[in-house]
């Protein structure tokens, strides 16, 4: 079930580009920046925990429950994707893990008052 929003099509539409750009992220050669410690795993956590949360302001529902476990199979596809298909990434165990509890953290959003905020935006800004 959609939440009740002015413009759902919008919406959906920009989760949906967001759910690519991880995709496209996950795929192309990493950038030569500096890495701290554990800092992959917490862009994996992040990526994934914002994905959820989104869905969480354009959904509603059991539907929910569908789209995070469809997002850990995305993240562990993901996974295997880059170690078959690229020279410079690799399965990672601890990736996936990440990713998975980046997506039990954004589910939580749907208990919370911050699960209507997209819907106060619109109301506020009368979109």
């Known amino acids: 079930m959609r939440r009740p929003l002015r413009w759902p099509r919008v919406w959906l539409s920009l989760w949906l580009l967001a759910v690519l750009a991880v995709i496209a992220v996950s795929l192309l050669?990493?950038?030569?920046?500096?890495s701290a410690p554990g800092s992959d795993k917490l862009g994996h956590f992040l990526a994934y925990s914002?994905?959820?949360?989104?869905?969480?302001?354009?959904?509603?529902?059991?539907?929910?429950?569908?789209?995070?476990?469809?997002?850990?199979?995305l993240g562990l596809a993901l996974e295997f994707a880059q170690s078959a298909l690229t020279s410079t990434r690799m399965f990672e165990v601890h990736d996936a893990l990440a990713n998975t509890?980046?997506?039990?953290?954004?589910?939580?959003?749907?208990s919370t008052?911050?699960?209507g905020w997209l819907l106060r935006l619109e109301r506020r800004l009368r979109l």
């Open 29 to 34: 050669p990493p950038p030569p920046l500096p």
């Open 50 to 73: 914002g994905l959820m949360a989104c869905a969480v302001q354009v959904f509603a529902g059991r539907v929910l429950i569908v789209i995070a476990l469809l997002l850990v199979a």
């Open 101 to 110: 509890v980046g997506v039990l953290a954004g589910l939580t959003v749907a």
């Open 113 to 115: 008052p911050a699960a």
